[in-house]
């Protein structure tokens, strides 16, 4: 028996979904879809009219077939040649929210947003295509699917079988991916590439308008002692508690950043004055200086705040506005604590002719304008010469000779210092060897060289360096010291120590430079292999004078010697300084009073004056 239907009266056409067993004749919706899952029905007539029928037929092979696309989780759909749907599986009508039995019967296209085209659905005209489209459910939410068509027929009429999968996840996992590549993950703050993006925006917006743009670039001032005293999760606290608080301080239209571990930049649009900019500078500020309640303790944190001001006819882009706010917090830096600086014309000039001998440093290797020096290390007991300090020099073709502190901290902060350094390291040892081959037989020389903050943090580039140094050279490496600050061995502690063992374990000498100027404690110096405390010039400058300088150096003195250390006083210019530092014990000294640091050439009249060879001593090791 076959059942004629009409497109009026589909709604009870669920008929498609489950075609099978014998052919019946029923008189409502209701028990049709019983006879078809009883099985009772082989055959389907649609159709509109007498002689323009559609007959569908399934027999019970078909079965296993049926049950498989009803089970599926891809939603599924069969639609006839002029768009109406045939057949929907359930996975179908969970996307959109309805039931199989109001989908079929209704056009396809009204299932998909105005985002997809209904040549989507009626446009398919070979196997296994794929298109994006949107699905709307009927309660107005969207949903982001892959629509795979092919076209079929069946008893000769001409149907287009669709697949939906499901793109909701993949789209959520895209823009978490999206969201992760412009937001900061510690503390959601858009991160530098968003950050530039809006500067971007900003100025293109400000070409329009009179009001100002400012850039607040923000540093955390001792933020590594608080990771360093309490450690990096009490950190992650104060991190996020700042970012907060800055969020707080400014407007809404207002961007908060992070671009750094405790750097953040503030983005102010629509500024009428400069006023207005340092208002907003120092709300910043005070609502960052609120000690912060962490679980371990209440810390107190400041920032030093550079801030750039665009002005009409400067032409700022993000990098030049970022770069002028960096500056600016650098001279804050150096100020103090808690301290806004405004960029102005005066570190303009000073950053352009800074820029301008960084692009000449660059050169400077290349063109051998380096030039190497080493001041002698003396031994206090007889002043005799036991090694020497290797210095480093500029021989500016037009300036002339540039002296270390104009160009060392530059070199520093730009990077330039790792390879500055690995070219002093070689050259230097390849003296040392080169002196030590001169006088066969001797004792070998000790050489000082001076690593910087930077390299210690270039760990495995250090090392290798160093291995690389000594091995090329093939100077013993206990003939080798390396100086480094003390403040940059406490930047951070737990790094630096692993750096300084792995030094050790070549055979080196560690000194600490510089000492009683940084914030050492106790306890580190402790756990530091180190072999030598050098005393800073600043305090053996005022032996015999001070007496706070004179407590202090007998004070280090004793500390090395309680530690098993040895003590290079620098600076040493009186024979008063060097009497006073004799008496307390300290064991070497290097200053005026004997050489500033001479080139290689010039040493052989220090060589004949004190009657030793360049290869007379060394210092001992901590072992």
Known sequence: MVHEATHEALEWAQLRRELDGVTSRLADSEETLRAIRNGEVDALVVGAEPGLEQIFTLTSADRPYRNFVENMTLGAATVSADGITLYANQALAVLLGSSCQRIVGQPAHSFFAAETSPGTVEGSSGQGESVEGVLLTTEGATVPVLVGSSSLTIDGAHVTCLTFTDLTNERRAEAAIAHSARHDGLTGLPNRTLLTDRIVRALTRRASSTNLTALLFCDIDGFKN???????????????????????????????????????????????????VAMLAARARDAVSVPVSTQAATIEATVSIGVAVTDLKDGATPDTLLRDADEAMYKAKRQGPNVIELFDETLRGAMASRLALLSEMRHAASNGEFRLVYQPIMSLADEEMVGVETLIRWQHPTRGLVAPDEFVPFAERSGMIIDIGSWVLRESCQQLAAWNAQVPGTRSLHLSVNVSARQLGQAAGLVNSVRRAIETSGIHPTTLGLEVTESALMEDAESALQVVNELKALGVRIAIDDFGTGYSSLIYLKKFPVDVIKIDRSFVAGLGESQDDTAIVRSVVDLAHAFAMETVAEGIETRGQLAVLQSFGCSYGQGYLWSPGRPVGDLEPMRTRTGVSLAGGKLPARR
């Open 226 to 276: 608080i990771n360093d005293a309490y450690g990096h999760q009490v950190g992650d606290e104060v991190l996020r508690a700042v970012a907060s608080r800055l969020v707080a301080a400014l407007r809404p239209a207002d961007t908060v950043a992070r671009i750094g571990g405790d750097e953040f930049v503030l983005l102010c649009e629509g500024v009428e004055s400069p006023d207005d």
